[in-house]
């Protein structure tokens, strides 16, 4: 892997508490290629963003938990629309083809409520050309970063900053979301190396090697995918010689150059959307199952997304919370549906542990087919699409963030979730994810009724199905998008060589 070449933040991700995006349109491209020239030394490669984690935690470890008192770093990267390619390169930007990516997300049909002219940002009116993602673990230096910049933007005739979205992990509860439940457990791992070493691997392969399941899975319940899922010129998933075969996920296939440039090599695509949550009316309506079902509220919460609040999957604990298993990286994500998952063993570089094993829920009785985590990742269960193997053809690399302060802090103030994806192909990922699968009633198959979280419904009144102790409830929309935009991540000498060539 190129990782002085590729953008810390897709395959790395920045995991600041302090993140803010700065969404700009060129008004000059010329004057906007010279300004990022300049900046071009300050945009944070995978090689940085790496060993910068990597320290970070292995202190964090040493100190039993504890964030090292004076490691910080304030990281740069930057993505591009469509529209901004065309002002900035217009050669080089026909050479996209992704019709999605070509058309906007205001063009693209995915059951948001709002209509594009609604947004904050993002409709066609004020489309961003590109957008900053600015990430430090010190809110001070941040600040500081972020004043330098758009001092920078109010100099140049070149840019305009239309619109500032603020990210911040809440201090009342790290890493969950304003529902209240713990965000971001099960991302893909990704396969390749940083260097030349045998096991230098971009993700740690935490498994005992005698463990045929390390083939597979660099930790458990973390499959491997091929790394041309997410960014491209690398080999993708499987080796299909048509896109309707089974694919065989420990075989690479061909390098991903589809509908892109070779330039595009080492880049992503960013999806982005600011999506509103409504706190009130999601513990009104557990308020109101409880009244219909009898079961808890932490329970019924715990049903529909398919995780306790502390992220214990509802699969290895089926009656109550556990926040041992939900703290715990190996134990939170080693579970299954289709298959009994039996007791794994870890290598002996983290301590060699056995983690036990989980019952299957094949016919859904615990975790329901509709619920969030379920529907967007039905993991060994075959789909709509065939088998389980296609299914890792439609995973994404999630780097969301919540905005806005806490509801028990100001209930009356907005919030939610600034929600980033990285992939090679917006339509066979996220598009597929949000309008196959999370919007669908029936996909994948047992489900019965949209995903509650996320999905979106478009008939009159917007109310959504799930079932629930064989009882068909109307849920209403708790998530509105209210703003976004399509993004391609390019490498930082595509920048520099591409972008800003003739500068």
């Known amino acids: ?87 900035l390169v217009p050669d080089e930007s026909v050479h996209f083809t992704s019709e999605a990516f070509k058309d906007g997300m205001p063009r693209r049909s ?37 004043n330098t910049i758009k001092k920078m933007i109010s100099e140049n005739v070149g840019l305009r900053l239309i619109q500032e979205e603020v990210g911040r992990v809440l201090p009342d509860k790290p890493g969950h979301e ?59 998933q499987g080796a299909r010689p048509h896109p309707d075969d089974d694919i065989q996920p420990l075989l690479k296939g061909p390098d991903m ?28 309506s557990l308020k109101q199952i409880k009244v219909q079902t009898g079961l808890s509220e932490d329970l019924i ?18 009656e109550h919370d556990q926040e041992n298993i939900g703290k715990d990286a190996y134990e939170s994500n080693h579970f299954s549906y289709n298959e009994v998952e039996p007791p794994i063993k870890m290598s002996k570089e983290v301590g ?33 699409l065939g088998s389980a193997e296609q299914t890792l053809l439609r995973r994404i690399i999630r780097r969301g963030i919540p905005f806005g302060r806490s509801f028990n802090e100001v209930p009356e103030e907005e919030r939610g979730l600034l929600f980033i994806s990285y992939q090679t192909s917006i339509e066979r990922q996220f598009e597929f994810l949000q309008k196959t699968w999370a919007n669908n009633k029936k996909n994948p198959p047992g489900s019965e009724g949209e995903d509650p979280i996320i999905g979106q419904n478009t008939s009159t009144d917007r109310s959504r199905t799930f079932v629930l102790e064989h009882k068909t409830l109307n849920l209403q929309e708790f998530v509105t998008m209210t703003g976004g935009g399509y993004f391609f991540q390019p490498s930082i000498s595509a920048i520099n060589e591409i972008i800003t060539k003739h500068v």
């Not at 944070?44 to 100190?63: D, T």
């Not at 971009?202 to 091929?226: A, M, N, Q, V």
């Not at 150059?257 to 009104?284: C, E, H, M, T």
């Not at 983690?355 to 075959?382: E, Q, W, Y």
């Open 352 to 384: 060699g542990r056995v983690i036990s094993g989980a019952t299957n829920d094949r016919l859904g009785g615990i975790c329901p087919f509709s619920a969030h985590i379920r529907k967007v990742n039905p993991r060994d269960m075959g789909t709509d």
């Open 257 to 284: 150059y589809i509908n892109v440039p070779k330039w595009a090599r080492n880049g992503s695509y960013l999806v982005f959307r600011r999506l509103r949550q409504d706190v009130k009316a999601f513990q009104d």
């Open 178 to 236: 304003h529902f209240g439940f713990k965000d971001g457990i099960s991302q893909p791992g990704v396969r390749g190396r940083i260097s030349d070493g045998d096991h230098d691997y971009l993700t740690p392969r935490l498994i005992d090697p005698d463990e045929k399941r390390s083939l597979s899975f660099s930790k458990p319940g973390e499959l491997l995918i091929w790394p041309g899922e997410f960014v491209f010129g690398y080999p993708a």
């Open 110 to 146: 995915l059951g948001d409520r709002l209509n594009p002219e609604q947004w904050e940002y993002g409709g066609w009116n004020n489309y961003p050309d590109f957008v900053l993602i600015v990430a430090s673990d010190n809110e001070n230096f941040l600040q500081e970063r972020v």
């Open 1 to 87: 892997m190129d990782i002085q070449d590729i953008q810390g933040n897709i395959l790395a991700g920045f995991n600041k508490d302090f993140q803010n995006f700065l969404f700009l349109k060129i008004i000059q491209p010329q004057q906007t290629k010279k300004w990022l020239k300049e900046l071009l030394p300050e945009i944070s490669s995978l090689e940085e963003v790496l060993r910068f984690n990597n320290l970070f935690k292995s202190m964090r470890e040493r100190l039993g938990g504890r964030d090292p008192q004076g490691l910080t770093s304030t990281w740069i990267n930057v993505a591009f629309t469509y529209v901004g390619l065309e002002k």
């Open 301 to 318: 919460g715990a049903k529909l997304m398919g995780r306790w609040p502390s992220g214990a999957p509802i699969i290895r604990s089926p």
